[in-house]
């Protein structure tokens, strides 16, 4: 075994403790025998003390090599646990939703139908319909900090709703387009269909919008697959209804198109495009999917750093995806700055006030606070374990309206129509797996190859440490104890010379043996 199996009096060391001694012992029989590369050199009898402390530095400077080595395999096991490999370039695009479409009106409302439902109503003292009218635009200062609103016009929307009654979202109401003042004609997977069986008027970032396919509070979803190729996509020829519409007054001649998450609030987290008048707009999407293997979702939420939908509960709304927790954050800070939320994001979750307009510069002069443009008013929002991202790449051209075309869908087009064209362009899309970067098994092998590459060591080694001082080490010391309590039994009896001696400084010691 290299130790010792019976230990002679001249090998004690009385200098020492028992218990040091015997460590010495079980570290010199240790070195003798270890697996571990270099130790044997630094006990070799055939060799002097200085290779001795050479070999003692180099095994030292190995193992604290190994030692950083393991430490950094460790660190990025527990820092980046999972990878994202792509599984397919190919995955049929019919195993997807078609994208959730969002047509939003540039302009907040309808100016006709606002004009004929002021005329219902008691006006402030010294107001007029007209100006009321033009006065609608202090609702852009629920979302935007472009322009600041007078007391003057502030003071007078209030007294507005105050004499007929009327709270924000009712006012709101009747002025808002309805989904059939914006949308002519609809088609989907190549069969004119009427846009009120697909289409749902829908709350967004920007007011009152047309949605296809989202899933919200209060709309029914309609779980429409994708196919691929432009046959099969969904066409839409937007016309406003509106004979007050004036583009030179909106600076816009157009229509947004959202396309985002099933389960994302639209906002501008969308991937958002301006849909001119007068033009045929081909909107080509490409999707891409990202999920998680069993293995990733056995992982607890610290692990993967991200979360499914369910996982991390948020206040204003109810599915987590990340423009979701982007927005909640900003409707917290309205609610910490301001005392209230703007009307679109009203859902009935929680019963925070309704922002009104004397809250407008409120909500103006914290808007850099409010759209977490500062850090300390960011909130956590960790990523999504799963989603579906969409790359959409929008072309037009001219609108024709006397072209030739057999397709009934552009029977009936007039001057000043659009024509969007949302569609998938390939057959197949990219579809990510997040999957274990590491786990338990290769991070052993790691620590294990640190080791060996290092000082030769391996799981048997940790073994024969732990063998050595514990089983040696006692051995060891019961062999260490038992010899010293021998010599002091065999160990002769001196007698010194008396101190008052005199005449002993300068003679040499004399010891009287006494034997027993």
């Given amino acids: 075994m290299g130790h010792h199996e019976e230990l002679k ?254 389960d994302a609030f639209p906002s501008a987290h969308s991937a958002a495009k301006f849909i001119a008048f007068n033009s045929e707009t081909f909107a080509a999407v490409r999707p891409q999917e990202t999920f998680c293997s069993a293995a990733v979702k056995a992982l607890t939420i610290e692990e993967r750093n991200c979360v499914f939908q369910k996982e991390f509960p948020m206040r204003y709304f109810s599915d987590y995806v990340y423009p979701n927790c982007e927005l909640n954050c900003r409707v917290t800070n309205m609610v910490k700055f301001c005392g209230c939320h703007t009307y679109f994001f009203a859902f009935n979750r929680t019963s925070d006030r309704i922002c009104t307009f004397r809250d407008i510069p409120c909500l103006v002069d914290n808007f850099a606070n409010i759209i977490t443009r500062k850090k300390s008013t960011q909130c956590y929002c960790p990523l999504t374990c799963e989603h579906t991202d969409y790359d959409v790449q929008i072309s037009n051209f001219p609108l024709e309206l006397n072209m030739p075309v057999a397709d009934k869908f552009y029977s009936g087009l007039a001057k000043n129509d659009g024509v969007l064209h949302v569609f998938i362009n390939s057959f197949g899309y990219r579809r990510l797996r997040r999957d274990l970067l590491s786990n338990m098994v290769t991070l052993v092998s790691n620590l294990g190859s640190a080791f060996s590459l290092f000082v030769g060591m391996s799981m048997l080694s940790v073994v024969e440490i732990i063998y050595y001082f514990s089983v040696i080490l006692r051995k060891n010391y019961k062999m260490e104890c038992e010899t010293r309590s021998q010599m002091l039994q065999k160990k002769p009896k001196f007698a010194w010379p008396q101190a008052n001696d005199t005449h002993s400084k300068h003679q040499k010691s004399v010891f009287i043996i006494h034997k027993s």
């Fill in 9 to 262: 009096p001249e090998q004690v060391d009385l200098k020492v403790t028992p218990f040091v001694g015997s460590l010495k012992r079980t570290w010199s029989d240790f070195c003798t025998t270890s697996s571990i590369h270099g130790l044997k050199y630094t006990r070799d009898e055939d060799t002097n003390k200085i290779v001795h402390l050479v070999w003692l530095l180099t095994s030292v400077v190995m193992f604290i090599c190994a030692v950083v080595m393991a430490h950094t395999f460790y660190i990025d096991y527990r820092s980046s646990p999972t990878r994202m490999n792509v599984e397919s370039d190919n995955t049929p695009v019919n195993r997807l939703y078609f994208p959730p479409v969002t047509i939003c009106p540039d302009v907040l409302f309808n100016m006709q139908k606002s004009e004929a439902f002021l005329n219902t109503l008691r006006l402030p003292q010294g107001a007029e319909l007209r100006g009321i009218l033009r006065k609608l635009h202090i609702f852009y200062g629920f979302m935007l900090d472009d322009e600041r609103y007078s007391a003057e016009d502030i003071e007078q929307m209030e007294a507005l709703l105050f004499l007929n009654n009327l709270t924000i979202p009712e006012f709101v109401e009747h002025l808002r387009w309805d989904c059939d003042e914006i949308l002519y004609r609809c088609s989907f997977n190549g069969k004119i269909i009427d846009c009120s069986q697909i289409f749902q008027l829908s709350k967004t970032f920007f007011g009152h919008c047309c949605s296809f396919n989202l899933r919200q509070k209060g709309l029914n979803f309609t779980a429409q697959r994708a196919i691929s190729g432009f046959r099969y996509g969904l066409s839409l020829i937007v016309r406003y209804k509106d004979n007050s519409y004036d583009p030179l007054q909106s600076y816009s001649y157009g229509v947004k198109l959202l396309i985002q998450e099933a």
